[in-house]
């Protein structure tokens, strides 16, 4: 019986990306490593929203958007490809830590959870508040911050 995939097999998985016509416009299917790359891009200091991921890797395969879907699960995987190779050693990882949410709230389902986004973000000297009642934890004024991908 064979081994589960790694986070890092599951990111080098060789899949084409693909150009989906729907009823909003051709879709985009895209590649994890092109996610991971375009997430290697982000500069320390600074971050990208999914949205921003989303768009740009739209526009350069000329979609009109990326599943949203499929991108948000290859976010996952590099960022846990990222936790794998540093357990390794490795020094230049995917800086996931510094994507957030659309609205610069951060993401739970990172490895480490949220805590371990905070620490990192906090090193990188981002600010993190409450939102408002028990709402998830972001990023104070994360427009300011955000990468021109």
Same mark, same amino acid.
């Given at each position: 019986?064979?081994?589960?995939k790694t986070?890092?097999?599951?990111?080098?998985?060789?899949?084409?990306?693909r150009l989906i =016509?729907?009823?909003?416009g051709?879709?985009?299917?895209p590649? !994890?490593? =092109?996610?991971?790359?375009?997430m290697?891009t982000?500069?320390?200091?600074?971050?990208? @929203?999914?949205?921003q991921?989303?768009?740009?890797?739209?526009? =350069?395969?000329?979609a009109d958007?990326?599943?949203p879907?499929?991108?948000?699960?290859?976010i996952?995987?590099?960022?846990?490809?990222a936790?794998?190779d540093l357990?390794?050693?490795?020094?230049?990882? @995917? !800086?996931?830590?510094?994507v957030?949410r659309?609205d610069?709230?951060?993401n739970e389902k990172?490895?480490?959870?949220?805590?371990?986004?905070?620490a990192r973000?906090?090193?990188?000297?981002? @600010?993190?508040?409450?939102?408002?009642g028990?709402?998830p934890?972001?990023?104070r004024?994360?427009e300011?911050?955000l990468?021109k991908?």
């Amino acid at each position: 019986m064979r081994a589960r995939k790694t986070s890092r097999e599951k990111l080098e998985t060789v899949q084409e990306r693909r150009l989906i =016509d729907t009823p909003k416009g051709k879709m985009l299917i895209p590649k !994890p490593l =092109d996610v991971d790359a375009l997430m290697r891009t982000i500069p320390r200091g600074e971050l990208a @929203t999914v949205a921003q991921i989303r768009d740009r890797l739209a526009k =350069d395969c000329h979609a009109d958007y990326a599943c949203p879907m499929t991108t948000g699960i290859f976010i996952r995987i590099a960022a846990e490809a990222a936790e794998e190779d540093l357990k390794k050693g490795e020094r230049q990882v @995917t !800086p996931y830590w510094r994507v957030v949410r659309n609205d610069g709230s951060l993401n739970e389902k990172f490895p480490g959870g949220v805590e371990a986004q905070v620490a990192r973000l906090r090193e990188e000297g981002h @600010t993190i508040e409450q939102s408002r009642g028990k709402g998830p934890l972001r990023l104070r004024e994360f427009e300011r911050s955000l990468a021109k991908l």
